[in-house]
């Protein structure tokens, strides 16, 4: 069984930053995909980005169009740790944000239980 725990979220005014973090335990974690995902208050949970291993043999990220340009993922394999860096934030990435591993990109099997990211005009 893999665990999954969101932290860094909080409240920052449009234009500033922030950097979750999401910590894994349970099973080996540099071979896992891992994504962001978020929901808002009465909305479907939506896909923000993802990273895993490319048929090369390296690292492989996809953004969703909302967040591309503005937010970047990366994992630490020594720490079982991803991130999500949000820069240029606005009011509509106000949401829960959760992290999501699965064997494959795509294949999310696990879930934290996610992070509030609030952004004031």
């Known amino acids: 069984q893999v665990q999954l725990v969101e932290s860094g979220g909080g409240l920052v005014q449009a234009g500033g930053s922030l950097r979750l973090s999401c910590a894994a335990s349970?099973?080996?974690?540099?071979?896992?995909?891992m994504g962001w995902f978020r929901q808002a208050p009465g909305k479907e949970r939506e896909f923000i980005a993802e990273i895993g291993w490319s048929p090369y043999n390296t690292y492989y990220t996809g953004y969703a169009d909302s967040v591309k340009g503005r937010f970047t993922i990366s994992r630490n394999n020594a720490k079982n740790t991803v991130y999500l860096q949000m820069n240029s934030l606005k009011p509509e990435d106000t949401a829960v944000y959760y992290c999501a591993a699965g064997p494959k990109l795509k294949s999310y099997d696990y879930w934290g239980q996610g992070t509030q990211v609030t952004v004031s005009s």
């Open positions: 349970g099973r080996t974690f540099s071979s896992y995909a």
